[in-house]
C-alpha cells in the first residue's frame, strides 16, 4: 500500500517554493516586500538571521544569503518546528541536506529559478516527522537513487518536476523497478502507465496527488488546464 498522508505546510513559505525567483534586482525587490508583509516569515526570518544582521533587515540579509540562502533557514526550522513543537533560535542546516541533495540530483530536469524539486523533498521530510507521531496507517513519502534513474528518459524540462517525479515514485511502486524502466525506455506515454494500474490503485494514485496538492497549497493543479504547460 503506497497512502502518503495529508501535511499541514506553512502556505506563504511554499507559494515561494513554486515561484519562479530569479537572481535579479527585481526579483530581490519583491521577495524582499513579500517578505516583508507576511509577519510569520518576517519574525522567523529576524529571529535565524541575527548572524547577518541582528537588526533583522531584509535587504542585507537577502543581498548576503540570496533566496536560496534563506529558503534553507526556513525549511530547517519549519522542520524542526514540525518535530519538537517550537521554532529554534537558530537553524540546524543539517536537517536539510538530504533535500538540497534531491534538488541536485533533479537539477538538470527542472528550469532555474524554482524550487519545486525542493518543495517535494521538504513534504517528503515532513511526512518522515508526521508519521512518527501518527498511528493512521500513512506511508511516508520515501525517495530513493533508483528514482532518479527513471529521469535519464525526460526528453524536456518541466516547471512541475514535483509532480513529475511523484507520479514515477508511484508507478514504480505498482508496476515495479524493472517493468518501469522498460517501459519508459520503450517511449510509453503516461496515459499508457495509468492504464496498466488496477482501479484500486488508479484511486489511490488520485487520491495521493490531491493529498500532496492540499498539502503544499497547489491547487491549480485540479483547477486549470495545464496539459500545453511545461
Known amino acids: ?12 513559505f511554499t507559494r515561494l517554493l ?13 521577495l524582499e516586500m513579500y517578505l516583508s508583509e507576511n509577519k510569520e516569515l518576517h519574525t522567523l526570518i529576524r ?3 541575527r548572524d547577518i544582521d541582528p537588526d533583522g533587515f531584509l535587504g542585507k540579509i537577502l543581498s548576503i544569503s540570496g533566496w536560496t540562502g534563506i529558503r534553507n533557514r526556513l525549511a530547517a526550522v519549519y522542520i524542526e518546528y514540525a518535530m519538537n513543537g517550537k521554532f529554534p533560535d537558530t537553524a540546524n542546516l543539517t536537517l536539510v541536506n538530504d533535500i538540497v541533495n534531491i534538488e541536485n540530483k533533479l537539477r538538470h530536469f527542472t528550469p532555474s529559478g524554482f524550487s519545486r524539486a525542493f518543495l517535494l523533498g521538504f513534504y517528503a521530510k515532513m511526512t518522515l516527522v508526521q508519521i512518527k507521531k501518527s498511528t493512521d496507517g500513512k506511508n511516508p513519502l520515501i525517495i ?10 525526460s526528453k524536456t524540462k518541466s516547471i512541475r518536476i ?4 511523484l507520479q514515477l515514485i508511484q508507478y514504480n511502486h505498482f508496476l515495479g523497478t524493472e517493468r518501469l524502466k522498460s517501459l519508459l525506455s520503450n517511449g510509453a506515454k503516461y496515459e499508457t502507465l495509468f492504464a496498466l494500474l488496477s482501479a484500486q490503485e488508479q484511486k489511490l494514485m488520485i487520491d495521493n496527488c490531491m493529498v500532496y496538492g492540499a498539502s503544499i497549497n497547489d491547487t491549480d493543479i485540479f483547477l486549470t488546464d495545464v496539459t500545453s504547460l511545461s
Open 1 to 12: 500500500m503506497f497512502n502518503i498522508p495529508y501535511v499541514s505546510m506553512p502556505e506563504h
Open 18 to 30: 513554486v515561484s519562479n525567483i530569479q537572481n535579479s534586482t527585481l526579483s530581490n525587490t519583491n
Open 47 to 49: 529571529k535565524i538571521f
Open 144 to 153: 530513493n537513487d533508483e528514482h532518479f534513474e527513471f529521469m535519464k528518459w
Open 162 to 165: 514535483d509532480w513529475l517525479f
